[in-house]
C-alpha cells in the first residue's frame, strides 16, 4: 500500500490526496507536521532528504516528494494530463506560476495566520505578502473569467495544484467573491468525480509520527 507522509491541514499535502483520490489508489497516512518540526527530524530524513512533505512512499520503497511530481507521477495515465506538448507546457507553466507567484504569497500568509503562536507579530510580512497574493488572484481571474479551467478545456493537474491555497483564500482575509472567475473555477474543480474536501481524511489508516517511526534515535 502507498504511504503518504503529511497532515490535514497542508494544502500541498491535500494535492496529493485530491490526485490520490482522483485515480483511487489506496493508502495509508503518516502525521508528520511542520509546526512540530517533525520533517526536520533524522528519521524522517531519512525518507526524504528535503524534509518537506508531502511525500509518497510507494510500495516498491520509491520515494516521491513535492506536489507537483507527485500530481505528474500519478495523472500520467489519466485524462488530468495530456500527450499534446503544447497543453503540457501550458499546465507547467500554470504550476510553476503556483509554486512561485501564488503558493509564496498564499500559503505564507495563511501560515502566518493560523500556524504561528504570535500572528500580530507577523504584521508587516503578511502586509508585504498581501499585494503579491491579490496579484496572483488577479492573474487566475484574467484567465478564469474567458475559460473554465487553468491550462487547457478540461480539468488537469494545473487545477488541482492551484485549487487548495485558492480555496483557502478567504481564510487569510480575501472576498472570493470579488473574484467570479475564480469563485465558478472553485465549484467546477468542487465537482470532477471523486473530489474529496480539504481536511477531509481519505486514508485507510492514520499513523502517528511516533507509530510509525518508532522512539527516538540514540544521541
Same mark, same amino acid.
Not at 86 to 92: A, K, N, P, R, V
Given at each position: 500500500m502507498l504511504t503518504l507522509f503529511g497532515t490535514l491541514d497542508s494544502g500541498n499535502v491535500y494535492k496529493a490526496? !485530491? =490526485? !490520490?483520490?482522483?485515480?483511487?489508489?489506496? /493508502?495509508?497516512? #503518516?502525521?508528520?507536521?511542520?509546526? +512540530? $518540526? @517533525?520533517?526536520?527530524?533524522?528519521? %524522517? &530524513?531519512?525518507? $526524504?532528504?528535503?524534509?518537506? #512533505?508531502?511525500? #509518497? &512512499?510507494? @510500495?516498491?520503497?520509491? #520515494?516521491?516528494?513535492?506536489?507537483?511530481? =507527485? !500530481? /505528474?507521477?500519478?495523472?500520467?495515465?489519466?485524462? &488530468? *494530463?495530456?500527450?499534446?506538448?503544447?497543453?503540457?507546457?501550458? =499546465? !507547467? +507553466? *500554470?504550476? %510553476?506560476? @503556483?509554486? /512561485?507567484s501564488h503558493e509564496p504569497a498564499l500559503a505564507v500568509m495563511r501560515y502566518l495566520r493560523h500556524f504561528t503562536d504570535h500572528p500580530d507579530r507577523h504584521a508587516g510580512r503578511f502586509a508585504e505578502l498581501e499585494p503579491q497574493a491579490r496579484r496572483a488572484l488577479g492573474v487566475m481571474e484574467s484567465r478564469l473569467s474567458g475559460h473554465d479551467w487553468l491550462a487547457a478545456e478540461g480539468c488537469t493537474i494545473a487545477d488541482f495544484a492551484l485549487y487548495p491555497y485558492t480555496h483557502t483564500a478567504g481564510s487569510v482575509g480575501f472576498d472570493v467573491s470579488r473574484f467570479p472567475g475564480i469563485e465558478r473555477w472553485l465549484e467546477r474543480v468542487e465537482s470532477q468525480p471523486r473530489f474529496v474536501p480539504f481536511g477531509y481524511e481519505g486514508a485507510v489508516e492514520t499513523l502517528s509520527f511516533a507509530e510509525y517511526f518508532g522512539s527516538e534515535p540514540e544521541e
Amino acid at each position: 500500500m502507498l504511504t503518504l507522509f503529511g497532515t490535514l491541514d497542508s494544502g500541498n499535502v491535500y494535492k496529493a490526496q !485530491l =490526485i !490520490l483520490a482522483r485515480v483511487g489508489a489506496d /493508502y495509508r497516512r #503518516v502525521d508528520v507536521a511542520q509546526t +512540530r $518540526n @517533525e520533517p526536520r527530524d533524522p528519521r %524522517f &530524513l531519512a525518507v $526524504n532528504p528535503m524534509g518537506k #512533505v508531502p511525500v #509518497v &512512499l510507494r @510500495e516498491d520503497g520509491h #520515494v516521491i516528494s513535492e506536489s507537483g511530481a =507527485i !500530481l /505528474y507521477h500519478f495523472a500520467g495515465s489519466s485524462d &488530468l *494530463w495530456s500527450k499534446d506538448r503544447d497543453t503540457t507546457t501550458e =499546465i !507547467l +507553466r *500554470w504550476m %510553476f506560476f @503556483e509554486q /512561485y507567484s501564488h503558493e509564496p504569497a498564499l500559503a505564507v500568509m495563511r501560515y502566518l495566520r493560523h500556524f504561528t503562536d504570535h500572528p500580530d507579530r507577523h504584521a508587516g510580512r503578511f502586509a508585504e505578502l498581501e499585494p503579491q497574493a491579490r496579484r496572483a488572484l488577479g492573474v487566475m481571474e484574467s484567465r478564469l473569467s474567458g475559460h473554465d479551467w487553468l491550462a487547457a478545456e478540461g480539468c488537469t493537474i494545473a487545477d488541482f495544484a492551484l485549487y487548495p491555497y485558492t480555496h483557502t483564500a478567504g481564510s487569510v482575509g480575501f472576498d472570493v467573491s470579488r473574484f467570479p472567475g475564480i469563485e465558478r473555477w472553485l465549484e467546477r474543480v468542487e465537482s470532477q468525480p471523486r473530489f474529496v474536501p480539504f481536511g477531509y481524511e481519505g486514508a485507510v489508516e492514520t499513523l502517528s509520527f511516533a507509530e510509525y517511526f518508532g522512539s527516538e534515535p540514540e544521541e
